[in-house]
């Protein structure tokens, strides 16, 4: 099986590029039955190379690498002076925003007190660890909270951590509340293509650009309507045993 690196897929984009911009492409022959018959070929090899590729338990592709030809780079995490490698775009925005309200809200995060992305090596796709090695997850703390049990989060950071995770709708899912707790995990917890992660993140990059909304902008988690919808969501993601 002829393997064809997302470099070289990129570069080939970029030349059929040039070639409608310059026009030269209207004038090319006509593909013979053989040259079809490689191309659908070719498609074959990449979209087979696609599929091989490892999920992540929650569905997201595995990452060998970071920072470099890789969906997945270390970001800043504003006003906390913390970097985490997640996977760009929609993700990235929400996993930090969870961060720099953990940061402002519940406990200052120092250096080391999270991690990211993690090479697939040593990864059981079949447990939510292994979204780690998709970008897609990070760690806050690890190491800090007991091993496959819960009770690590004192009444009142729980509490607060409920109401973030019900702001953000159930697009990220803790650690704690899964069969075997992992306390310090958190992960978006659904598939590529769903259209409630897009949607959050607009929603997210949007409360930045007002004036006292957002991340840094302390809430009032004991509120009424925060703490039903909190609430809420906890016997949701509860009942769904992983």
């Given at each position: 099986m002829t393997y064809i690196s997302r470099r070289m897929m990129v570069q080939g984009t970029a030349v059929l590029g040039l070639g409608l911009a310059s026009g030269t492409l209207l004038t090319a022959p006509t593909a013979s039955a053989a040259d079809v018959a490689a191309s659908a070929s070719s498609a074959g090899a990449m979209g087979a190379a696609a599929k091989e590729r490892p999920v992540s338990f929650n569905g997201w592709v595995m990452?060998?690498?970071?920072?470099?030809?890789?969906?997945?780079?270390?970001?800043?995490?504003?006003?906390?002076?913390?970097?985490?490698?997640?996977?760009?775009?929609?993700?990235?925005?929400?996993?930090?925003?969870?961060?720099?309200?953990?940061?402002?809200?519940?406990?200052?995060?120092?250096?080391?007190?999270?991690?990211?992305?993690?090479?697939?090596?040593?990864?059981?796709?079949?447990?939510?660890?292994?979204?780690?090695?998709?970008?897609?997850?990070?760690?806050?703390?690890?190491?800090?909270?007991?091993?496959?049990?819960?009770?690590?989060?004192?009444?009142?950071?729980?509490?607060?951590?409920?109401?973030?995770?019900?702001?953000?709708?159930?697009v990220v899912r803790w650690g704690g509340d899964d069969k075997r707790p992992d306390e310090s995990l958190f992960s978006i917890d659904v598939t590529p293509g769903s259209p409630r992660l897009p949607r959050l993140a607009a929603e997210l990059r949007g409360l930045r650009e007002h004036p006292g909304r957002g991340a840094g902008v302390p809430a009032d988690p004991l509120a009424t309507d925060r703490r039903e919808a909190a609430e809420a969501l906890a016997r949701r993601q509860r009942a769904t045993v992983r």
């Open positions: 990452e060998e690498q970071a920072d470099d030809v890789s969906t997945v780079w270390t970001r800043p995490v504003p006003g906390t002076g913390l970097t985490v490698a997640t996977r760009i775009g929609d993700v990235e925005t929400v996993l930090v925003h969870l961060l720099r309200r953990h940061h402002y809200e519940i406990d200052e995060l120092r250096p080391g007190d999270v991690t990211g992305w993690q090479h697939p090596s040593g990864f059981d796709p079949a447990t939510p660890a292994s979204n780690l090695a998709s970008g897609t997850a990070l760690r806050i703390r690890p190491g800090h909270y007991p091993a496959d049990t819960a009770g690590g989060w004192f009444p009142d950071q729980l509490t607060v951590l409920r109401d973030i995770l019900a702001e953000l709708d159930g």
